[in-house]
């Protein structure tokens, strides 16, 4: 079993030598409200990492459960799942760089593709925001490095006016 986790970070390794970590392009927020399948607010209700035989060799894939509490496009769903490359079993530990974590009781907003990828989330983690209480009792829209972008009701206004914005062109 260690020769297949070997392998595998060979290979995760060695796709990312050229670049020296994972990279993507930045998204605007017009962006991340275009591209997105499905926006909503929620929690993380189950990280379940689990693996998958393909043709090739084995992988770690983790799936992700959210409870929908503020469905804003998209989904009429209580739940949402998905997939993402990566992660750790019993056998097997597989990491890619960048890759956003996830941990029960998160409180998030997501822009997220249906798609099938190795991560389903908009700008790879552009599209993942936290969601934080401040003392004050307002919801705050914080990236995933804890800046600050906004309230949760505007944002609410700026999704909706971005998809109405979209829909005319």
């Known amino acids: 079993m260690s020769r297949v986790l070997v392998f595998v970070c060979a290979l995760v390794l ?59 496009y998209g989904t009429t769903s209580l739940v949402e799942v998905f997939d993402f490359l990566g992660g750790e079993t019993a056998e097997l530990g597989m990491r890619v760089e960048g890759m956003p974590a ?32 401040d003392a004050s009792g307002v919801d705050r829209v914080l990236t995933l490095d804890g800046a600050q972008v906004a309230r949760l009701s505007d944002f609410r206004s700026r999704v909706m006016g971005g998809l109405i914005q979209a829909r005319k062109k």
Do not use: C
């Not at 993380?44 to 929908?68: G, M, N, W």
């Not at 996830?102 to 925001?129: C, E, K, W, Y």
């Open 102 to 133: 996830f941990a029960v009781g998160d409180h998030r907003l997501v822009f997220a593709r249906r798609d099938r990828s190795i991560n389903p989330i908009v700008g790879f983690t552009q599209g993942l925001m936290k969601v934080s209480r």
């Open 14 to 72: 060695g796709a990312s030598a050229g670049v020296g970590a994972t990279s993507f392009d930045s998204v605007t927020f017009d962006d991340l409200v275009t591209q997105a399948d499905v926006i909503f607010v929620g929690d993380v209700v189950d990280v379940h990492p689990y693996l998958l035989q393909t043709r090739e060799r084995t992988i770690v894939k983790t799936r992700v459960t959210f409870r929908v509490d503020d469905p804003l």
